[in-house]
């Protein structure tokens, strides 16, 4: 494949970019909807067997590390919420369609999923400054979602990228410019409003690694969350790829009112969250 020129390019040529599952968009849909029940929800999820035997194994995962088995959807429903479980589903269906990823690839998405939600729960940010507190995990686990259709459709091209990397000074999404023409930001932003997911979400995967890269100022917050959620799962031994190391600019402490040095413990968290992090990458 010879260097593309811009995104549109690349996926008219080259990838396809998956669909969501139907069942996720009737579940969303019915949670959006104030007039649905609990009930409603659970029927959608137990009609499609795989979500509904994913979702429970997701349920009780060590990432839940709820007291009692969870034993029906019905169940988890009245321990959970709608939101927390729509939020399980989607979850569940992001790992099917995307199953085909590297093994260290997943696990960076999965542990970056966690160091949001981590950032979450600590006292370092202004929660009002992010609106989607709520989703924290999907945030995490899709936030390098283009690395993963990449390694899917242009494995030897990646291949080139981490050669780059290893040589030179180069940035990961500067040796994708150089060698692809896109980069793996782009790529899952695009997946992401093709997903009909919230504009902040496509802003935060398209700024993570540059903050110039969100369209709209309300999305930089979330972009440098997000960014610095990166940054703690690498420092936390959980690369993207063997031997690929990440920086941030000044600018993403700035945005968020802290430094390196106050993220020690959530960098001990997600290092310490073995466990639930294979379970979720088994799922």
Not at 17 to 29: R, Y
Not at 108 to 120: E, I, R, S, T
Not at 256 to 283: C, H, M, W, Y
Request: negative net charge; hydrophobic residues 45%.
């Amino acid at each position: 494949m010879n260097r593309v020129t811009d995104i549109d390019t690349l996926l008219d040529e080259v990838v396809t970019l998956p669909s969501l599952p139907s069942t996720v968009i009737q579940i969303t849909n019915l949670v959006n909807d104030p007039d649905s029940s609990m009930a409603d929800i659970a029927k959608a999820i137990s009609g499609d067997p795989s979500i509904a035997l994913k979702t429970l194994r997701l349920v009780n995962s060590a990432y839940y590390a709820l007291p009692n088995k969870i034993t029906s959807v019905d169940h988890a429903l009245s321990m959970l919420g709608m939101k927390v479980v729509k939020n399980i589903v989607f979850t569940a269906s992001v790992f099917d369609t995307l199953q085909c990823g590297e093994d260290a690839l997943l696990k960076h998405n999965v542990a970056c999923g966690m160091a949001m939600q981590y950032l979450m729960d600590s006292d370092l940010l202004d929660k009002s400054k992010f609106e989607h507190q709520d989703e924290a995990f999907i945030y995490g686990l899709l936030h390098d979602v283009g690395k993963i259709i990449f390694a899917q459709h242009l494995s030897e091209q990646i291949g080139k990228v981490a050669d780059l990397c290893s040589k030179n000074p180069f940035t990961w999404t500067q040796a994708e410019k150089e060698i692809i023409g896109v980069t793996h930001s782009e790529v899952g932003a695009r997946l992401a409003e093709n997903w009909q997911l919230s504009p902040t979400l496509v802003a935060t995967i398209a700024g993570h690694h540059d903050l110039n890269e969100c369209t709209e100022s309300g999305h930089v917050m979330s972009a440098a969350i997000m960014g610095i959620a990166d940054y703690i799962t690498y420092q936390a031994g959980y690369p993207c790829s063997a031997g690929i190391s990440v920086s941030l600019d000044n600018i993403f402490w700035e945005t968020v009112g802290f430094d390196e040095s106050d993220v020690a413990d959530v960098i001990q968290k997600v290092a310490d969250s073995t466990d639930a992090i294979n379970d979720l990458v088994n799922l």
